[in-house]
């Protein structure tokens, strides 16, 4: 849909803009972030930065592309924010997993699970893999939500949350160690 753009009232015009692209922002930042309130609050930036940045749109894109983009930067600088800014526990240690020679403890080894290609199709499974992604620390999660959600290129990312590849790969490393911890514990210990 094409607006006439009131220079005059710009207000008036992004109220106009709430109404119509509201649902559809949330319902992409929920989907990125998977948490209710933070996907209300991102919209809720995103119309606020349209506001102030107003005079700055030319109309060249759809006012839809423009709001898009700009929940996109306020979904990357809220994972960047996570990622600088983790919990007091980081659970960044590792000896859960490892003897200290770095061999796999017999008890923690990786375990075959017995999967179908449809696993996440199903809300339960879908359910249970959110409550592990919560459980992360707030970096892990969001480097993790970046990869594998976003599907981002890791070079991207590191450029995003101000990491070396180093860094971010030990994140992906660790992150995954727990996340297969819990779900062994949640979901496939009970199959």
Request: negative net charge; proline residues 4%; charged residues 30%.
């Given at each position: 849909?094409?607006?006439?753009?009131?220079?005059?009232?710009?207000?008036?015009?992004?109220?106009?803009?709430?109404?119509?692209?509201?649902?559809?922002?949330?319902?992409?930042?929920?989907?990125?972030?998977?948490?209710?309130?933070?996907?209300?609050?991102?919209?809720?930036d995103t119309f606020l930065a349209a506001y102030q940045g107003f005079d700055r749109f030319s109309?060249?894109?759809?006012?839809?592309?423009?709001?898009?983009?700009?929940?996109?930067?306020?979904?990357?600088?809220?994972?960047?924010?996570?990622?600088?800014?983790?919990?007091?526990?980081?659970?960044?240690?590792?000896?859960?997993?490892?003897?200290?020679?770095?061999?796999?403890?017999?008890?923690?080894?990786?375990?075959?699970?017995?999967?179908?290609?449809?696993?996440l199709d199903d809300p339960a499974f879908t359910s249970v893999l959110n409550k592990c992604m919560?459980?992360?620390?707030?970096?892990?999660?969001?480097?993790?939500?970046?990869?594998?959600?976003?599907?981002?290129?890791?070079?991207?990312?590191?450029?995003?949350?101000?990491?070396?590849?180093?860094?971010?790969?030990?994140?992906?490393?660790?992150?995954?160690?727990?996340?297969?911890?819990?779900?062994?514990?949640?979901?496939?210990?009970?199959?």
């Amino acid at each position: 849909m094409q607006f006439v753009m009131d220079r005059n009232n710009p207000a008036a015009m992004v109220q106009c803009w709430v109404e119509l692209y509201t649902d559809e922002l949330y319902t992409w930042a929920f989907y990125k972030t998977n948490k209710k309130e933070t996907a209300e609050d991102l919209v809720q930036d995103t119309f606020l930065a349209a506001y102030q940045g107003f005079d700055r749109f030319s109309g060249k894109s759809e006012v839809k592309t423009w709001l898009f983009s700009i929940l996109h930067n306020k979904i990357a600088e809220h994972y960047r924010k996570q990622y600088k800014n983790p919990a007091a526990n980081t659970g960044t240690d590792l000896s859960y997993f490892f003897e200290p020679d770095g061999e796999w403890k017999k008890e923690e080894r990786p375990q075959a699970w017995d999967t179908d290609a449809a696993l996440l199709d199903d809300p339960a499974f879908t359910s249970v893999l959110n409550k592990c992604m919560d459980q992360l620390p707030a970096h892990w999660n969001a480097a993790m939500k970046l990869k594998y959600l976003e599907d981002k290129k890791g070079e991207l990312i590191c450029q995003e949350l101000e990491i070396t590849p180093s860094n971010f790969w030990q994140v992906l490393h660790r992150a995954k160690l727990q996340l297969r911890k819990c779900l062994e514990l949640h979901w496939f210990k009970n199959k």
